[in-house]
């Protein structure tokens, strides 16, 4: 049974600062993987789909990357403003062609 | 098109009670999908529709709730003789089974149940 990890849970970072949001799974046959931004009290919004052939996509300041053998995707964060600050969720499309997610990370950014 | 809708936002009700969700998906979009979120999880997978067929349901999906999507369009969700473990946010996604088939999300319906 596929099962997502997200480490941290929550993190608090000064504005400005560049960081990293990890997502763990643990069967590696997965269609692709995606990162999605959830605001409070709201629905969720995709970020960034990675198709299992690729390694990498970016969208402006945003980085994710795919290591499917390991079992890992991380989601880097460049110049972070404190407007980032939201739940960040990874789900993976398994051979189901489900979407199991994982349970966020919740970033703060302080001004 | 402005998106994945649902309504109600916000619901409250009395255990016991039947409840209704209304989702309309993106127009063009011919899959739609209900997922469940309980605070600082992960959404859960409840059922999906193609066009107007139900192809899938979880197993968390119990005999009480029932889900339709009559002509393809908007969809409903129900639940019936609500309890409080039912109390949860209540998510829609619609998406076109082409290319990447990216899930595009309404603002959900959040449930309390007392």
């Known amino acids: 049974k596929q099962e997502v990890t997200q480490i941290p849970a929550a993190l608090s970072v000064p504005e400005g600062e560049n960081l990293v949001l990890n997502c763990s799974f643990t069967d590696s046959a997965i269609y692709n993987l995606q990162w999605f931004r959830q605001d409070p009290g709201k629905g969720l919004t995709s970020l960034l789909l990675i198709q299992s052939s690729q390694r990498e996509q970016t969208s402006g300041r945003l980085n994710a990357s795919l290591d499917k053998s390991s079992g890992r995707s991380t989601l880097y964060i460049a110049a972070s403003q404190p407007g980032d600050s939201a739940t960040y969720l990874c789900a993976v499309k398994d051979s189901n062609y489900q979407l199991i997610w994982g349970a966020g990370t919740k970033l703060i950014i302080k001004p | 098109d402005t998106g994945v809708s649902q309504d109600p936002r916000h619901k409250i009700t009395k255990r016991g009670q039947n409840v209704t969700f209304r989702c309309d998906p993106i127009s063009e979009h011919n899959r739609l999908y209900w997922y469940r979120q309980t605070l600082g999880q992960g959404p859960e997978f409840l059922t999906y529709f193609q066009n107007e067929a139900q192809l899938e349901k979880s197993r968390l999906l119990s005999d009480r709730f029932s889900a339709e999507r009559p002509k393809g369009s908007f969809s409903t969700l129900e639940i019936q003789r609500t309890e409080q473990g039912d109390s949860a946010m209540y998510l829609c996604?619609?998406?076109?089974?082409?290319?990447?088939?990216?899930?595009?999300f309404g603002p959900g319906t959040r449930l309390l149940v007392l």
């Open positions: 996604a619609s998406s076109l089974v082409q290319g990447r088939e990216t899930q595009y």
